[in-house]
């Protein structure tokens, strides 16, 4: 086993292999590798529903459920996020269970990890193909009628023009029609597919940056958003992800449910000691991705945003917010591990607030730890993806700190390489860009 000591210490990496497609599950991946990995399966699937943040190519936990655990076996992801793993253990015939304190992304999860009846969905399309077409057809009256539907959120006019709140408006409550056209089956996963079609749409016809971490209105983009763009870019999309469930239906079918608890949390995980065979995930970076600020307008459409509950009740919640106190960073942390007190202590002198978010994130990530180790069968094994930071033009290591994190809490680690980011699909700023992810791999 390794030492993360020696990591800390740095060592000159592989050269860099590229790798098209999968990995082999068999590679014994050596320590400090580079990969650069040429997705072919971004969009295959269900894995195409929707975009999401700082996504991990499917490839990757392929390769560590094909390597680490075998049918039949259940695999964990404690910040489940789009549920990449979930899809990926799905198709591989082991059961697993979706972690994660965002309700976005344990409805996304859910509807990407739920085959469905294709007769019945194709009846639950028709209806609201049907109501769209009434819509369309319509005057001033459906119009206005449509609009009510929109659920009353903060700043509406800024977000979107009048007519595209008409659209969205019609489009859920064509959604919320379907229960007759599906009987007698269980409508709610088809709703639910419904509402991500919908949510796919709704960054791009609102007034807001489609490529930001942040959903914020950039007038010099002239961004055009003209009427009928809402209802024509969700039937295409409604089209496109039939066809994906339509390839994912006999690959999933005999597959056991995907378990998501709604109380679920990676540093409290409902689960029992010694109930998991093998937990991949990809954490969030710090300070970096704002998971509930990117899809404030899709959770005001989907309803998961309560009115009058700030944002930052949700933000505060999430591994690696920048939402915390003042009083929290009135003085300085220390973690315990010497080159992370270090560094924390460097950035306390220039950004308290900065330097405890960067202290905060590795004891949350320490009671990640912690509870994946208690979940985990003896012997097996947890694989972390996770990216270094750039802090007030500081690298935070953040692979090798989490590596002595590992080892405090009694993991052992096994190896460790690195995957090239080739893209994000949604900007990151350039001082605060990461290049690289690092896999970590751990044994309990």
Same mark, same amino acid.
């Given at each position: ?38 997705? %072919? ?74 085959? /469905? ?179 404030? /307008? ?38 315990? /591990? ?63 700190? /989490? ?27 350039? %001082? ?10 751990? %044994?309990?």
């Amino acid at each position: 086993m390794l030492s993360a000591a020696s990591i800390i210490a740095g060592a000159d990496p592989a050269p860099l292999v590229t790798v098209t497609g999968d990995l082999l599950p068999d590679w014994d991946i050596p320590v400090n590798q580079r990969l650069l990995i040429i997705s %072919k399966n971004q969009s295959w699937l269900s894995h195409g529903f929707h975009k999401y943040p700082a996504k991990f190519f499917p490839e990757l936990p392929r390769w560590a459920i094909k390597r680490y655990s075998t049918e039949g076996e259940t695999v964990l992801d404690p910040m489940a996020g789009s549920g990449t793993v979930n899809v990926e253990a799905l198709l591989a015939n082991r059961r697993s269970v979706a972690i994660d304190v965002d309700p976005f992304a344990r409805l996304l999860t859910r509807v990407k990890t739920t085959p /469905l009846d294709i007769a019945i969905l194709d009846r639950a399309v028709a209806a609201v193909l049907a109501e769209l077409d009434a819509f369309e057809a319509g005057g001033a009256e459906a119009r206005h009628v449509a609009a009510s539907h929109v659920p009353p959120f903060a700043y509406q006019d800024t977000w979107f023009r009048p007519f595209i709140l008409e659209e969205l408006g019609a489009i859920r409550a064509a959604a919320s029609r379907i229960r007759d056209a599906v009987s007698p089956a269980e409508p709610g996963p088809y709703v639910d597919f419904i509402r991500i079609c919908l949510s796919s749409i709704v960054r791009e016809v609102s007034n807001a940056d489609n490529n930001c971490t942040r959903t914020v209105v950039r007038q010099r983009l002239q961004k055009r958003v003209v009427p009928g763009m809402a209802i024509r870019l969700f039937r295409r999309m409604l089209s496109v992800n039939v066809g994906r469930m339509r390839d994912f239906v006999p690959m999933a079918a005999a597959a056991a449910p995907v378990a998501i608890p709604e109380n679920g949390d990676a540093r409290a995980i409902p689960l029992p000691d010694a109930s998991i065979d093998l937990a991949v995930t990809s954490p969030p970076y710090i300070n970096a991705v704002d998971y509930p600020r990117t899809h404030q /307008l899709e959770m005001y459409m989907l309803d998961l945003s309560p009115p009058g509950r700030p944002l930052a009740e949700a933000k505060r919640r999430h591994i690696g917010t920048e939402v915390v106190r003042a009083v929290d960073y009135r003085t300085l942390r220390t973690y315990g /591990l010497p080159e992370l007190d270090a560094q924390v202590e460097s950035l306390y002198a220039t950004d308290p607030r900065r330097a405890y978010i960067v202290h905060q994130y590795f004891v949350d990530m320490e009671a990640n730890f912690r509870e994946v180790q208690r979940t985990l069968k003896p012997g097996r094994h947890y694989v972390v993806v996770v990216g270094n930071n750039i802090i007030r033009n500081q690298v935070v290591p953040t692979h090798a700190y /989490l590596l002595q994190v590992a080892e405090r809490v009694g993991f052992r680690v096994e190896t460790y390489f690195a995957s090239e980011v080739i893209r994000h699909y949604i900007k990151v700023p350039r %001082k605060e860009r990461i290049n690289q992810d690092w896999v970590l791999v751990l %044994k309990r």
